[in-house]
T-cell receptor
């Protein structure tokens, strides 16, 4: 299967700071990548669809000014959580698809103190 | 709005005891029904994609089937290493996936 990586795997930050998470497709090019969020004992919820060279499409209820997405190349998308607060603490997972199947990264655990 | 419902929420089996996990879906224009395995603290691992009613796919002890309203993940003679949360997801009109809440499966030796 296709390989998707994320960095960092975990991050702890103070309230009010910004955190950037990287998502890379290692063995294929992805014009579209996806960002999901997963709270404890909950399922994955789609936050936004990241399109290479254009603006991301956000799901209803997701603040685009708080979760900045940049898809600058066919193998890299970044999610920046701006002015993070404790309620933003969650497991953030990206995915990408070479064709029809969608493959997921290992996830980034964000803890905001 | 697409909806995916999985049952049971949790399932405990003895090693070798076969069973099935259920995924009911309501999707306008299904473009794929996906099954993933997720271990604690990790991202989902792709298992299967099914596209049309009647389709079946197998991988080792797992077999996924699809009808017009449901999908089943059959686990035959499971082993402790099959313990995980199994997620079902649908793709409808949008490219992103709609996930169910998952079935937490525990296989006891």
């Amino acid at each position: 299967g296709a390989v998707v990586s994320q960095h960092p795997s975990w991050v702890i930050c103070k309230s009010g700071t910004s955190v950037k998470i990287e998502c890379r497709s290692l063995d294929f090019q992805a014009t579209t990548m996806f960002w999901y969020r997963q709270f404890p004992k909950q399922s994955l919820m789609l936050m936004a669809t990241s399109n290479e060279g254009s603006k991301a499409t956000y799901e209803q209820g997701v603040e685009k000014d708080k979760f900045l997405i940049n898809h600058a190349s066919l193998t890299l998308s970044t999610l920046t959580v701006t002015s993070a607060h404790p309620e933003d603490s969650s497991f953030y997972i990206c995915s990408a698809r070479p064709e029809y199947e969608q493959f997921f990264g290992p996830g980034t655990r964000l803890t905001v103190l | 709005e697409d909806q995916v419902t999985q049952s049971p929420e949790a399932l405990r089996l003895q090693e070798g005891e076969s069973s099935s996990l259920n995924c009911s879906y309501t999707v306008s224009g299904l473009r794929g029904l996906f099954w993933y395995r997720q271990d604690p603290g990790k991202g989902p691992e792709f298992l299967f994609t099914l596209y049309s009613a009647g389709e079946e796919k197998e991988k080792e002890r797992l077999k996924a089937t699809l009808t017009k309203k449901e999908s089943f993940l059959h686990i035959t003679a499971p082993k402790p290493e099959d313990s995980a949360t199994y997620l079902c997801a649908s793709r409808g009109g949008a490219d992103g996936l709609t996930f169910g809440k998952g079935t937490h499966l525990i296989i006891q030796p």
